[in-house]
């Protein structure tokens, strides 16, 4: 059975750092590529990091470029977005996301999210 449980989340003032995880099982973790999506109040979901199953190739929203850093731990399966200099406007639920590669690119899973909210 397939799961990406997150964790992390929590009521942070601005300036403040939080670190997210996403522990996931039932899928080879080296055939996927893994992400991070956001969904704030009243916004559409959007990317905000991703990273490839070798734990190596990164890419970033512009909106988060320099204060997140995503990464990843193949032997735990487990994925981690450190974000700092944390502003209001990143307030918002962040999904774990992962992606097959290759002959598995159909298979797509979200986790149930975990709440980052930014305020003084």
């Known amino acids: 059975q397939v799961q990406l449980v997150e964790s992390g989340g929590d009521l942070v003032q601005p300036g403040r750092s939080l670190r997210l995880s996403c522990a996931a099982s039932?899928?080879?973790?080296?055939?996927?590529?893994m992400a991070w999506y956001r969904q704030g109040p009243g916004k559409e979901r959007e990317l905000v990091a991703g990273?490839?199953?070798?734990?190596?190739?990164?890419n970033y929203a512009n909106s988060v470029q320099g204060r997140f850093t995503i990464s990843c731990d193949n032997d735990m399966h487990t994925v981690y977005l450190q974000m700092n200099n944390l502003k209001p406007e990143d307030t918002a639920k962040y999904y774990c996301?992962?992606?097959?590669?290759?002959?598995?690119?159909?298979?797509?899973?979200w986790g149930q999210g975990t709440q980052v909210t930014v305020s003084s």
């Open positions: 996301y992962a992606r097959g590669v290759g002959i598995y690119h159909s298979n797509v899973y």
């Open positions: 039932g899928f080879i973790f080296s055939n996927f590529q």
């Open positions: 990273i490839d199953g070798t734990c190596v190739l990164t």
